[in-house]
DNA sequence: TTCCAGGCGTATC
DNA sequence: GATACGCATGGA
């Protein structure tokens, strides 16, 4: 792990990381980039939970700045949240043995799955669906400052779909009350879930109205860091039909999940 | 105006 | 099991 102190802040260099492909490509909705193009940095803020964070990546590629982050903070929370531990040259280069992959890779090689808070993953992917990226991020916006922050589920015991219309997330409001409901019973237990074979953590997380195969693998993949999980969306059925119709190379096996969102972003934003 | 968005529930066959 | 359609909202 290759960090120093410095200051108030921490100086964390890690090639295989970019802000803005990791940070702003559709698997976490709260994260804000600050700076202009004119900027000769890139800075983000945003959160883990409700620990905020100023991030800034200067003119040398792969040396990032956590800023106002002591030591204790950047080992408990951001090392574990950005997946520090894991090794994306590694699996770059096991993905690269398959051809399309290999161009997804090279394109984003600063991809990395966050490891984010299992509720807030179910309860964001849950407002996702049938929606698109800017809006869903209005709609987490409009709940994070009407709550003083990210809610625990058990902030929201009550609500109906009627008491959260003020986020305007349309018909998928009573599937986030579905959801507080089968969580605050104890008739489902995200921790629990998270440990059950993927087929069975799936059965579980679809009990919930509204959550179906797409929700329940995002909150896997994002909120559980289960990386065999994989999210199909609309993007994802465009990716197999092109590339991948007759299944996903075996190089992947095992991280279909981090293998999907190079695919994801490539085709989204795919150079002509 | 119409189409679409990190889908899913329901009806119908 | 497969396929068609409606769904809230808002930007393009």
Redesign the pocket.
């Known amino acids: 792990m290759d960090f120093t102190v410095s200051g108030n802040d921490i100086i964390l260099r890690q090639p295989d990381f970019a802000l803005s492909e990791t940070l702003d490509?559709?698997?976490a909705f709260r994260w804000k980039k600050v700076s202009d193009d004119s900027d000769r940095c890139e800075v983000y803020e945003g959160y883990f939970l409700n620990s905020f964070l100023r991030i800034s990546e200067g003119e040398e590629k792969g040396v990032f700045i956590l800023h106002n982050t002591q030591e204790k903070d950047f080992l408990d929370k951001w090392y574990n949240y950005l997946d520090l531990s894991t090794d994306y040259g590694e699996l770059k280069r096991r993905f690269s043995e398959d051809e399309m992959l290999a161009r997804a890779c090279s394109y984003a090689g600063g991809i990395r799955i966050l490891r984010q808070d299992s509720w807030e993953a179910l309860s964001s992917?849950i407002i996702?669906?049938?929606?698109?990226?800017?809006?869903?991020k209005?709609i987490i916006g409009r709940l994070t400052e009407h709550y003083g922050g990210y809610p625990e589920v058990s902030q929201l015991a009550g609500e109906t779909a009627e008491s959260l219309?003020f986020l305007?997330?349309?018909?998928?409001a009573?599937?986030l009350t579905d959801a507080v409901e089968r969580l605050l019973s104890g008739e489902l237990d995200l921790a629990s879930i998270a440990r059950l074979p993927l087929q069975d953590a799936l059965k579980e997380l679809?009990k919930?109205?509204?959550?179906?195969?797409?929700?329940?693998?995002?909150t896997l993949l994002?909120g559980m860091h289960r990386t065999d999980a994989f999210?199909?969306?609309?993007?994802?059925k465009r990716v197999l039909e092109r590339w991948y119709p007759n299944g996903l190379p075996d190089c992947v096996k095992g991280c279909e999940g981090i293998a999907?969102?190079y695919l994801?972003?490539y085709i989204?934003n795919e150079p002509v």
């Open positions: 490509c559709g698997q992917f996702s669906q049938n929606n698109n990226i800017p809006r869903i209005g219309a305007r997330s349309g018909f998928r009573k599937y679809m919930i109205r509204g959550v179906g195969p797409k929700v329940a693998m995002c994002f999210p199909v969306d609309v993007w994802m999907q969102q994801f972003h989204r």
